[in-house]
C-alpha cells in the first residue's frame, strides 16, 4: 500500500505561480510512474501532466496546460512536483497524485491507477 499526501495548494491570483508536491510512501519510488489530475466542482476528474517511472523521465500534459505547467520528480525524496505559471481561473480545482508501479502510458486512464492522494485545493482568483 503507497500513501500519497499532497501540499502546496491555497490561492492565487490570476497570472500567478504555485508548486504542488506529493510524497509517497513507498521505499521503490522510483519504479512507479507518477501523475497529477484535477477535479473542478461540477466537472468530472480530468488529467493534468504525468511522469514515467523510466530513467528517461518522459513526461506527458493535457494540452490545457501544456507550455504552462511542468512536472518533475526527486526519487531521493519520494517526491513528485507540479509547478503552475501563468494560472487562470478555470486551472481552479482540487488537484490529486496518482500513483501506478511501472506506468509509462495510457496516462490519461484514471483506472489505470492504483493510489490516490486526498487532494489539495488551487484556487485562482481573477
Known amino acids: 500500500q503507497v500513501q500519497l499526501v499532497e501540499s502546496g495548494g491555497g490561492l492565487v491570483q490570476a497570472g500567478g505561480s504555485r508548486r504542488l508536491s506529493c510524497t509517497a510512501s513507498?521505499?521503490?519510488?522510483?519504479?512507479?510512474?507518477m501523475a497529477w489530475f484535477r477535479q473542478a466542482p461540477g466537472k468530472e476528474r480530468e488529467f493534468v501532466a504525468a511522469?514515467?517511472?523510466?530513467?528517461?523521465?518522459?513526461?506527458s500534459y493535457a494540452d490545457s496546460v501544456k507550455g504552462r505547467f511542468t512536472i518533475s520528480r526527486d526519487n531521493a525524496k519520494n517526491t513528485v512536483y507540479l509547478e503552475m505559471n501563468n494560472l487562470k481561473p478555470e486551472d481552479t480545482a482540487v488537484y490529486y497524485c496518482?500513483?501506478?508501479?511501472?506506468?509509462?502510458?495510457?496516462?490519461?486512464?484514471?483506472?489505470?491507477?492504483?493510489?490516490w492522494g486526498q487532494g489539495t485545493q488551487v484556487t485562482v482568483s481573477s
Open positions: 496518482a500513483a501506478d508501479q511501472y506506468r509509462n502510458n495510457r496516462y490519461e486512464q484514471i483506472p489505470m491507477w492504483d493510489y
Open positions: 513507498t521505499r521503490t519510488f522510483s519504479t512507479y510512474g
Open positions: 511522469i514515467s517511472w523510466r530513467t528517461d523521465g518522459s513526461t
